[in-house]
């Protein structure tokens, strides 16, 4: 079956600009996962989905950014008047159920540029 | 603070040869850990993982090792292969509930032929 994909693979945007993510989990999976990657970092979690609500945003690192999800199934994160600092590759996970045995499924990431 | 932590940015090893890849965390609560391995390009790939009642979890060539009463935990790779060439992430569980992980700074992993 089709894997976590995400769209766009790479977003070039002026600061100031806003900028959308798509992230499309794996069919079924109930718990969705946000993630940034920034250069020489780890991965930094963001924002967990379970079904469409999200009742963890405590990563999200400033009121400019949001996320939703719909139908239980894609989600999109918004960034509003990008940063300098918000350039990362920004990578979505999907698991079945959510918890911390239930293995979490990577998309390819989306590489943000801020320029 | 970082919970997590891979201090060796990265490893090169013959191909043939063992790989040791290690981890240390701060969080004594952390009871399960993964092993994520990663190429350019694209998303990271699950590779193993252990729980805390267990001091060993072997898959394959992949094995990784816990100590808990030193908070550190290695993935050993043998004999290794110019195709695990990759960025290795530690992660362990921030929430059991959600299942959020915490991620190691990585390590990559270069295994010349």
């Known amino acids: 079956g089709a894997g976590v994909s995400q769209s766009p693979s790479n977003k070039v945007t002026e600061k100031g600009k806003d900028v959308e993510l798509r992230c499309d989990p794996i069919s079924g999976h109930t718990a969705l996962y946000w993630y940034r990657q920034s250069l020489g970092q780890g991965l930094e979690f963001l924002i967990y989905?379970?079904?469409?609500?999200?009742?963890?945003k405590s990563g999200l690192p400033s009121d400019r950014f949001s996320a939703e999800r719909t139908g239980g199934s894609v989600s999109t994160l918004t960034i509003q008047r990008t940063q300098q600092e918000d350039s990362a590759v920004y990578l979505c996970a999907s698991s079945f159920l959510g918890g911390d045995t239930d293995t979490q499924y990577f998309g390819p990431g989306t590489r943000l540029t801020v320029l | 603070d970082q919970q997590v932590k891979q201090n060796s940015p990265s490893l090169s090893v013959q191909e043939g040869r063992i790989s040791i890849l290690n981890c240390d965390y701060t969080n004594s609560m952390f009871d399960y850990f993964l092993w994520y391995k990663k190429y350019p390009a694209e998303g990271p790939t699950f590779l193993i993982s252990i729980s805390s009642i267990k001091d060993k979890n072997e898959d394959g060539r992949f094995t990784v090792f816990l100590n808990k009463s030193a908070k550190h935990l290695s993935l050993h790779i043998v004999p290794s292969q110019p195709g695990d060439s990759a960025v290795y992430f530690c992660a362990a569980p921030g929430s059991s509930n959600t299942g959020k992980l915490i991620f190691g700074q990585g390590t990559t992993l270069q295994v010349k032929p």
């Open positions: 989905f379970q079904g469409n609500s999200a009742p963890d």
